[in-house]
């Protein structure tokens, strides 16, 4: 989908690790969405940046989740010190605000926490 | 924020035959897209439609703005149309959240 890459694609961590998801999104972007889906379920806002900033992240648990999307790099969603509850896909969608803002998804990460 | 339903839930189609999916919504949208979630799990855009009507193929939309609606038509379905159906909007001036409906689980049998 027009480019937005997302690694790793498989990840499992045990309770307790800290879980790093990296998104690079299509070139040319500089805004990015995260979602969160769980098994059987639909797609769960978490949080919506633009480079160096954060513009809404009412979608995030206030504690263990933290977003960045820095000036150079790719965007992270970090979540430390992970409970089985944080097991689910992870998706990353990017934009460009303007006449046209179609997002693209990423192929998601998988989380497992055992 | 914005609200999306998506109707019906859940589709049962045999093969060849034509559906149409329905998504409302609350508020005036600036973005409407339809996406595909295949059984791998991947999101594929459909349509970028926030107004008037598209077609691609087999697959066609039209989004009333004026009367919160949007329609997906499929026409002569196949295995591969299986899977979910999202409808996502965003809405209001500044407004850039991507929100959402709980989908359409759609199942095309042989």
């Known amino acids: 989908n027009a480019g937005v890459m997302q690694n790793p694609r498989h990840l499992v961590r045990r309770r307790g690790q800290e879980a790093r998801l990296r998104c690079s999104p299509v070139k040319g972007h500089s805004h990015v969405y995260w979602y969160r889906q769980l098994p059987e379920e639909g797609l769960k806002f978490m949080v919506y940046l633009q480079k160096e900033n954060i513009i809404d992240e009412s979608g995030m648990p206030k504690e263990r989740f933290s977003a960045e999307f820095p000036k150079e790099g790719p965007s992270i969603l970090r979540i430390q010190q992970v409970v089985r509850g944080d097991s689910a896909a992870y998706f990353c969608?990017?934009?460009?605000?303007?006449?046209?803002?179609?997002?693209?998804f990423g192929q998601g990460t998988r989380l497992t926490v055992v | 924020g914005i609200q999306v339903e998506q109707s019906p839930p859940d589709l049962i189609l045999q093969e060849g035959a034509n559906s149409t999916l329905r998504c409302n919504f609350s508020?005036?949208?600036?973005?409407l897209q339809w996406f595909h979630q295949n059984p791998w799990g991947q999101l594929i855009n459909l349509f970028y439609?926030?107004?008037g009507t598209k077609q691609n193929g087999r697959l066609s939309a039209t989004t009333v703005a004026t009367e919160r609606y949007s329609l997906l038509y499929i026409s002569s379905s196949q295995t591969t149309d299986s899977g979910v159906y999202f409808c996502a909007v965003t809405g209001g001036s500044n407004d850039y959240k991507l929100s959402f409906g709980a989908g359409t689980t759609v199942t095309v049998r042989a």
């Open positions: 439609i926030p107004s």
């Open positions: 969608a990017s934009f460009q605000t303007g006449e046209v803002t179609e997002a693209f």
């Open positions: 508020d005036s949208v600036n973005n």
